[in-house]
């Protein structure tokens, strides 16, 4: 009988999370809407079922985490997994293990799904061809790569402010050319009809394949947020960079979120962050906790949006419920 592959365009169901590139914008859809399902009448997050009962989530950070880990840690504690968090500052890494034993000994303990974060690009593919076919793999963000799941909560988000977002104009401000989250929010973006996405940053933090993705240029803030009705800043990931040289001083001059530049874009402008900020960097403080902001509200949705992913792995039957 033919079997369909893990992220099949026609299979709704998901076996590995690993980019948005590799989920059709019908499971995409699927997991905005399941998103939901992890949110009582008053708006707090809970899990209607014990999803994930008997099932076990590790989750290995090779890079430093705040948001992330603590919300994959809390999703799958809601669904009611048991949790391992390895501690690879202390694990056998440091002891010159590769990444695949240290996968495919973590995966021997029977763990159902395996979240990765790692400096490298394409980590997770390499995770997800070590284990066996019983366990899941979540790309927690891979290098400069792809993190999917920022851009579910991303969209999950937009989607609680605009009731259409096909229409929406949206600028990414920063350092797109090392950002995961850029790369996977404009996929995401695209998948669900947006046309104006824009790349605002210097030439030298703009990747030059940007274009062909039928995403916007823009060197200047002014033209670069005109009208605009989200902003998406972005850190400078100086970690990254390696000999690029970028001041902070510098670029806050010119780049800078701040409330005298949302002027440019409109009136009703969200702005949106994944963390963790560089304050007076990339945003100033009278933005990321104004009005416009929507970061808090981006955390509080990255635990139900890892919420989703996890229960549709394990139980794809609940795409029907959506
Ligand atoms: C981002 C990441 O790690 O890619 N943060 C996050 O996951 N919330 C963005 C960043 O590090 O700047």
Redesign the pocket.
Known sequence: MPTLSPNHPTNHSLHHFLNIEAISTKTLETLLKLTKHFFDSNGRIYSPKPYLQGKIVANLFFEP?T??LSSFELAAKHLSATVLTLNVATSSTKKGESLADTVRTIAAMQCDFIIVRHADDGAAEFVAREVGAHTSVINA?DGCHA?PT?ALLDMFTLQQHFHDLSKLRVAIVGDILHS??ARSDITALQKLGVRDIRAVAPSILLPTEIEKLGVSTYTDLASGLKDVDVIIT??L?HERMHSLNIVPADYAQQYCITNDTLRYAHKDVKVMH???MNRGVEIADDVADGPHSLILEQVKNGVAARMAVLALIAKPELGLLT
Request: no cysteine.
């Open positions: 985490s948001r992330t963000g993190h920022q995961r989250v972005l850190r990931q994944p963390g963790p």
